[in-house]
């Protein structure tokens, strides 16, 4: 058809709204709507540490796409973006190419290394589906291949993670729940498996206050886990750690490494200029000198005007860019205003594991343990209503209602 072409590539928290809300808020004859993703089902990026621990399943925390979002309106396709052609408006993937009038990048992450030696190579990353269910999988394994009988070193049953930031921090809590379900399958001695977490800061989840830091290292210690904070990791190898700046080696069977995001590489390959690990667009999303393109969520960086830093990069932000991005496609659409973007924040919850969890809601109000956590399952929850109505979270939600 002539009518205007949108193109959603990635199909994650942004990608997903923004394409939700394109949706339900333009005349079918206003434009088309393609949104393209490597899988046909989109996952909860923020449950992944769970999925890369075991204590959650890979189909617990997918969705399938054509079940949320409306396929008479959308046209779904399924296939993995290579590389942008921006000044020819054309988008290359794996198995053919689309051309676009307005394009939306929500690609997510990658980990990024910060160049320090053997991550890339060596160390397990909790990236998508596939990729903690390979950690889930790998740990299971050492645990298998120990009461088989076969040879193992002393070191197999250790599970060392580098970075106690958030995710970091999340992933040994739910590790302090699961490990003891696989010390008491394979019949091995809990005291066997040591869980390290090594951190280069001085404290864990840097910008966290100090007493919800205190709060989460004490439950996570009493659950067995171990902290090297203060350590920078010199080098990762096959089987471990080179830290801090007496380069002692740490031996593990299993290395995960949760340093730190910068934007999917198809952006940086596609030439865009990148600052920090990702691209920073103008406040009404979209890129500098690129009037058709958008770059939200994990890809982009949105600057606060007010004290010049950028807006925190996680799935809440992503959701209320996909609102702005979706409401300025349609303002372009229709030859109207743009909006700036601007940030709701409504707190940030970790879980530790199991029923624990800490942070903070609305004005800094401070949440511990099996409250907090009820506060997690709800916002969980409200994202599955958000992007799937209320037969999504009766199927997969984590509130039990009944
Ligand atoms: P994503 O949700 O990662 O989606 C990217 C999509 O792009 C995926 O569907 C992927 O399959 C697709 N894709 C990737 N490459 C290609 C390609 N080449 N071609 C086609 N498709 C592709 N944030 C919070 O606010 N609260 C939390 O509690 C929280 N917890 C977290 C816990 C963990 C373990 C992690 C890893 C992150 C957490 N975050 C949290 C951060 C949050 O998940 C991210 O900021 C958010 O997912 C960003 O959304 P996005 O849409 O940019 O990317």
Redesign the pocket.
Same mark, same amino acid.
């Given at each position: 058809s002539n009518k205007p072409k949108i193109l959603v590539?990635?199909?994650?928290?942004?990608?997903m709204m923004t394409t939700k809300r394109l949706s339900q808020q333009l005349r079918p004859d206003e434009a088309d709507i393609t949104l393209?993703?490597?899988?046909n089902y989109?996952?909860l #990026?923020?449950w992944?540490?769970e999925v890369a621990a075991g204590t959650a399943t890979p189909n617990s925390s997918r969705v399938m796409i054509s079940d949320v979002i409306n396929t008479k309106r959308v046209q779904l396709h399924f296939d993995?973006?290579v590389e942008i052609k921006k000044d020819e408006q054309r988008v290359i993937l794996e198995n053919g190419e689309l051309s676009y009038d307005y394009l939306v990048i929500?690609?997510?992450?990658e980990t990024a290394t910060f160049g320090i030696p053997g991550i890339k190579e060596h160390a397990l990353k909790?990236e998508?589906i596939d990729s903690s269910r390979h950690i889930r999988d790998h740990i299971e394994f050492q645990f298998a291949r120990y009461s088989s009988g076969a040879e193992t070193s002393e070191d197999a049953f250790n599970i060392l993670v580098g970075g106690a930031g958030? #995710?970091g921090i999340?992933?040994v809590g739910e590790l302090a729940k699961r490990v003891p379900e696989l010390c008491k399958e394979y019949n091995i001695d809990r005291k066997k498996v040591r869980i390290i977490n090594v951190e280069a800061a001085p404290t864990i989840l840097p910008g966290f206050d100090d007493d919800l830091v205190e709060y989460a290292q004490n439950s996570l210690e009493e659950r067995g886990i171990e902290f090297r904070i203060g350590a920078k990791i010199q080098e990762c190898t096959e089987d471990g750690f080179i830290i801090g700046d007496d380069h002692e080696k740490v031996n593990a069977g299993t290395v995960v490494w949760t340093g730190g995001v910068q934007a999917?590489p198809?952006v940086s390959q596609s030439g865009f200029d990148i600052i920090k690990g990702k691209v920073t667009v103008n406040n009404d999303l979209r890129v500098p000198n690129h009037d058709n393109i958008f770059i939200?969520?994990?890809?982009s960086w949105v600057m606060d005007k007010e004290n010049d830093r950028p807006f925190p990069?996680?799935?809440?932000s992503?959701i209320q860019e996909a609102e702005t991005c979706a409401t300025n496609i349609k303002a372009l659409l229709r030859k109207e205003a743009l909006q700036d973007f601007s940030f709701d924040y409504k707190g940030?919850?970790?879980s530790l594991g199991g029923s624990d969890a800490m942070g903070t809601i609305f004005d800094d109000k401070k949440l511990y343990g099996m409250k907090a956590k009820a506060m997690k399952n709800v916002i969980d929850d409200r994202y599955l209503y958000l992007v799937g109505g209320p037969k999504l979270v009766l199927k997969k939600g984590k509130v039990k209602f009944f």
């Open positions: 590539l990635g199909a994650g928290y942004a990608g393209v993703n490597k899988h989109h996952y #990026t923020t992944l540490h993995a973006v929500a690609l997510g992450f909790i998508n958030f #995710t999340e992933f999917n198809v939200i969520g994990d890809c990069a996680n799935a809440q992503a940030t919850v970790a």
